[in-house]
Structures are given as C-alpha cells and as structure tokens.
C-alpha cells in the first residue's frame, strides 16, 4: 500500500501565493512520475502539472508560469508552488502517483483564493 498525504491548502487573496506539499509513504519501489491535480466545486478532476523521473514537468496551459512543481528524490516528497492565485484557481487539490499498475491518491488540501 501506498499512502499520500497533502498539506499547505488554505485561504489566500488574489495574487497571493502558497505551496502545497505531498509526502508518500509505504511500498514505493522507484517513481516514475507524480502529478498534482485539482478539483473544482461541480467540475471534473484535472491534471494541474506532472514531474517525472527526470525532473521533466508540465503544466496545464491554465497555470504556466505562474505554478512549479517539485520534488525531493529519495525523500518521496512532491510540491507545488502556487503564485499570482486566481479565484478560478480555487479547487481541492490532489496528489497523484501511479505505482505497481494502481493510481493512488491523497485525501486532497482544499485552496481557496477569495478577497
């Protein structure tokens, strides 16, 4: 089993910034790749930005430029620095990483970008 677990959600006010963190745990043999996804009230699960083994990212075209993505190999850790926030940007933002042919995923941190 493979646990993720989200943290740095929270209220911000348009423009401002925050940085979102995913920690793995359990039975993790090698990453391939981590994503971050978000969820918006009444719309679907989309792909916000991807890193992979070799520290190649994407990004929805939505938030190029304004978010990075991250991670601490060997620590299993993955983050996503949000800047310039939009209120359209409000979600619950999820952790994703596929592994042994499963798709896991976090408990999500909600973020909400409101004056």
């Known amino acids: 089993q493979v646990q993720l677990v989200e943290s740095g959600g929270g209220l911000v006010q348009p423009g401002g910034s925050l940085r979102l963190g995913c920690a793995a745990s359990?039975?993790?043999?090698?990453?391939?790749?981590m994503s971050w996804y978000r969820q918006a009230p009444g719309k679907q699960r989309e792909l916000v930005a991807t890193?992979?083994?070799?520290?190649?990212?994407n990004y929805a075209d939505s938030v190029k430029g304004r978010f990075t993505i991250s991670r601490v190999y060997g620590k299993n850790m993955m983050y996503l620095q949000m800047n310039s926030l939009k209120p359209e940007d409000t979600a619950v933002y999820y952790c994703n990483l596929p592994q042994g042919g499963m798709d896991y995923w976090g408990k999500g941190t909600l973020v909400t970008v409101s004056s």
């Open positions: 890193i992979d083994s070799s520290g190649t990212t």
């Open positions: 359990g039975r993790i043999f090698g990453i391939a790749r």
